[in-house]
């Protein structure tokens, strides 16, 4: 009775490995550009999503399979970036705008443009940056709330179960946060001439 025993726990251990990498495989993408839209790079973006399917890995036993995987990712990845926020020292942000000084005195930081095309491809670029920018510049509660719903387009009932609030909590966090981008982008709409649509 003890071989049977292993047998089928060894079967369920495989089926259930499997299941896993077909979800791994559905979700990765997906996964990636929310912690994208959470750390602001592509290397923490890596980092943050491996760690997160690690860990949901670790604990796939605990899935309950009748919830959205999704969610249940995206709630183990918020619980990672908060913990890495947590971790990390308070870091030094430099604006672009801001000059650098050398040995001969002060001179523009230049980012190097290596992107080809015509100009809405860069127009697009710069909102994506400007973006990114802004978002990064949001409290993280408000930057997930914001990254849930207008990026990946989950309800707010989705939203407020990866989140663990209540769906007044989440609407509110979507008002407050849409409105700190608002105002951060104002100035690059009316620099470019660009109806707001925010």
């Given at each position: 009775m003890a071989d049977l025993t292993k047998i089928l726990t060894s079967a369920n251990d495989k089926n259930d490995k499997k299941y896993f990498d077909e979800l791994v495989n559905k979700y990765h993408k997906q996964a990636y550009n929310t912690a994208y839209r959470l750390v602001g790079n592509h290397n923490d973006a890596e980092d943050l999503t491996q760690d997160t399917f690690l860990k949901a890995y670790r604990f796939f036993d605990n899935y309950k399979r009748e919830m959205p995987f999704d969610n249940w990712i995206y709630r183990i990845m918020r619980n990672i970036h908060i913990d890495w926020i947590r971790r990390r020292p308070k870091a030094f942000i430099r604006s672009l705008d801001e000059p650098v000084y050398n040995e001969e005195g002060s001179v523009p930081f230049e980012v190097q443009d290596t992107a080809e095309g015509p100009e809405e491809l860069a127009i697009s670029d710069e909102l994506d940056n400007r973006m990114q920018d802004a978002l990064n510049t949001l409290q993280p509660d408000f930057?997930?709330?914001?990254?849930?719903?207008?990026?990946?387009?989950?309800?707010?009932?989705?939203?407020?179960?990866?989140?663990?609030?209540?769906?007044?909590t989440v609407r509110s966090r979507l008002h407050r946060g849409r409105k700190l981008l608002r105002n951060k982008l104002k100035s690059y709409f009316k620099d470019n001439n660009i109806m707001e649509e925010c």
């Open positions: 930057r997930l709330a914001v990254i849930l719903c207008d990026i990946e387009g989950l309800s707010y009932e989705e939203i407020s179960e990866v989140m663990k609030c209540s769906i007044g």
